[in-house]
Structure formats: C-alpha cells, structure tokens
C-alpha cells in the first residue's frame, strides 16, 4: 500500500511539473503561429509542434486523472441527476463526430426520467470518454447502440458497436492504464479513457464491465436509482 501511494504521488507531481514548461511550449509556438511564416516546411513543423503539444498536454491531464480516480483522491459533488437528460446531451455533443465515420446512432431510452445520485461532472465524463472510444475505433457504416433501462433498484446503461480492428485482448486488460486493445491503436489518445471512466463509476456506487466477443464492444454501466 505504501509503495502504491509513493507511486501514485511520483506520477502526480511529475505530472503537475510537466505541465509549467509545457504550457509554455504551447504558448511559444501559438506566438510563432501568429507571424504567419511564408515558407510551407516551416509552417508544418509549427502544426506538428502544435498538434504533439496538446496530445502530451491530454496525456499529463489523463494521468492526474487517473492516479486520483484510481485512489478515491477526488472531491465529488453529489446531486440529482436524470441519467435520460445526460445521455441525450452527450448523443447531441458527439452526433456530428459520429456522421463523420457514418456511425448510425440508434437510442433505446425510458419515457421517465432514471434520477441517480452521483457527480455531474464525473458522470459526463465517463460518458464522453465511453462515446469517445466508439468515436475512434468503431468500424465506419455500422451501428451503434445506446440503451438505458432502469432495473430493479439500478439505472443500467449499455453501448454496444463493432470495432474497426480485431480485438486482440481480454476485457479485463482493455481498462487498465495505456492500453488501447491493438496495434492499430496507436496513434490517438492517452490509453487512459476506459481506466478512468471504471474508476470514476465505482468511486460513485456505480458498477462498470466490458463484454468483448468477436469484434463486438459492448460496456456495462450500472447506478443505483435514488428511491
């Protein structure tokens, strides 16, 4: 246990320092973008600069995430929450993403509101890099489904969709840190959306699986409904 804590500490303040110098690489090469270079090669080096700086940047916040959520070192907000209301704003956020990929979202969700109590925020989160994963490794011109049933005492949501390589992994495997399930998947992201999403469920009451069967990705979410 003490080794964990001095490792999670290690990786969040290495985190945090990284950020100070990176910050400023990200402003610097924002100013270089202002003096509109002529020359093509120089221009492209500068959107290489730029694109790679905020990929670490997503990558040193995921990390931080990650190592608080993992822990339960996060403040969480607790409120009323109508789990239907979510989902409709998070299918409305990625609609046109998902056009871009001709992902055809088909949504199964009650006519009454699922009301949890949980943190607003986190709960977005979760959800967003849920629909975020769809987003980048689903198989263009196929479905994707979203569902949202309240059983018994739980608000159970599930999205399942068809993944654009092999799955070459177990499920257990795909929610740990910096996997991304296959070799294609290498060039997008932190490896870390799936990890944080479980532990920000879990910190919450709430219940997260994945199925994997075949090139199926089905994930499994479950919060219980405030009486």
Do not use: C
């Not at 945090?16 to 973008?33: F, M, Q, R």
């Not at 092999?166 to 870390?192: C, H, K, M, V, W």
């Amino acid at each position: 246990l003490k080794s964990e804590r001095l490792k999670t500490e290690l990786i969040t303040n290495v985190s945090h320092d990284i950020k100070t110098p990176l910050t400023s690489i990200i402003n610097y090469v924002d100013l270089l973008k202002r003096e509109e270079f002529s020359d093509e090669k120089v221009r492209g080096y500068l959107d290489i600069l730029e694109k790679k700086s905020q990929q670490l940047k997503t990558l040193t916040e995921d990390v931080v995430e990650a190592s608080k959520a993992s822990t339960g070192n996060l403040k969480l907000e607790y409120e009323d929450l109508n789990l239907v209301e979510m989902i409709l704003q998070v299918n409305g956020e990625f609609q046109e993403k998902f056009s871009q990929q001709d992902l055809d979202l088909i949504q199964r969700l009650p006519e009454k509101p699922a009301v949890i109590r949980a943190d607003g925020r986190r709960v977005w989160r979760i959800l967003e890099n849920i629909y975020q994963n769809v987003y980048k490794y689903a198989m263009p011109h196929t479905r994707v489904y979203v569902e949202l049933e309240a059983q018994s005492l739980q608000a159970v949501f599930t999205m399942k969709n068809i993944s654009r390589q092999p799955l070459n992994i177990s499920a257990d495997e795909l929610t740990e840190r910096f996997i991304r399930g296959d070799s294609s998947r290498n060039t997008q992201g932190s490896g870390l959306g799936l990890s944080i999403a479980k532990s920000l469920t879990e910190l919450q009451a709430g219940e997260f699986q994945l199925y994997l069967d075949g090139d199926l990705f089905k994930v499994w979410i479950s919060f219980p409904l405030k009486n």
